[in-house]
């Protein structure tokens, strides 16, 4: 254990000694997300509500949305990739410990540090355009705690096995694009998922993706409680469950690539 702390504790100390490119991805993020809130207002003006979502609501939404799709940046998926492709992936195989759980303790440190960035942004959304639809209670409060957890997870381990398909391809910026671009409609960050048409919204209610930020934002406001709320967080308890093993099986399906590749 102690081994993984000092990888998350040295993820810390190396976002923060390259600042400017901290600063310039967390200030990317929050720009993306300040056009989609823009496009929102417009969508809102001279309406009190679009669809089931008041505008009160939707403020909360988006901006838990923000929160959660900057919660787990691109930087873990491009570390594996650069690891990969530079032939770096062999000291790692030296190190005694397991690259998975390893992957997962610098993915935590990372987070903390490009935490406070983005919560500083997320603070400073809610005090500019006003948020009133909050978690009532203790209860609702932790039933949000699990779903960002679960949210976490999810990310990580959808960046992970997504990266380590780099040990098959010649570059990660397709498949980055076609992880992001999946996570981002499917997750409910662009469009909330009860917009969705019945059918895709029934593909979408099974997927991994949804816990990323329609699970987490809903349990903030309180349209996922109670039952439903338990629902969601086992499915993507059971997703992460899956996810992870998923990532032991490509890894190993790896090592005996770089095995042959180096035999």
Request: with cysteine; proline share 3%.
């Amino acid at each position: 254990m102690r081994a993984y702390l000092r990888h998350a504790a040295l993820a810390v100390q190396e976002t923060l000694a390259y600042r400017v490119a901290y600063v310039v991805n967390m200030v990317s993020v929050v720009v993306t997300y300040l056009v989609v809130f823009l496009i929102w207002v417009a969508v809102y003006t001279g309406r009190e509500s679009v669809g089931s979502f008041d505008w009160a609501e939707m403020k909360s939404y988006l901006v838990i949305s923000l929160f959660m799709s900057a919660l787990v940046s691109g930087s873990s998926e491009y570390r594996i990739s650069r690891a990969i492709r530079s032939g770096n992936i062999a000291v790692e195989l030296m190190r005694p410990v397991d690259y998975q759980k390893a992957s997962l303790a610098i993915t935590v440190g990372n987070s903390l540090s490009e935490g406070l960035l983005v919560s500083a942004a997320c603070l400073g959304f809610a005090f500019a355009f006003g948020l009133s639809v909050i978690p009532a209670g203790a209860l609702q409060w932790l039933g949000f705690a699990c779903a960002v957890l679960i949210a976490f997870a999810m990310k990580f381990l959808l960046v992970y096995v997504f990266g380590l398909a780099c040990f098959w391809t010649q570059t990660l910026m397709g498949i980055s694009w076609m992880r992001k671009g999946l996570t981002d409609f499917f997750s409910g960050a662009l469009v909330p998922l009860s917009f969705f048409p019945p059918w895709l919204l029934s593909a979408a209610d099974w997927l991994p993706f949804k816990s990323v930020v329609w699970v987490p934002a809903s349990a903030f406001t309180g349209r996922l409680a109670g039952v439903e709320l338990a629902r969601a967080l086992g499915v993507g308890f059971l997703w992460a469950a899956a996810l992870w093993l998923l990532g032991r099986g490509i890894w190993a399906l790896a090592m005996r690539r770089v095995t042959v590749q180096g035999g």
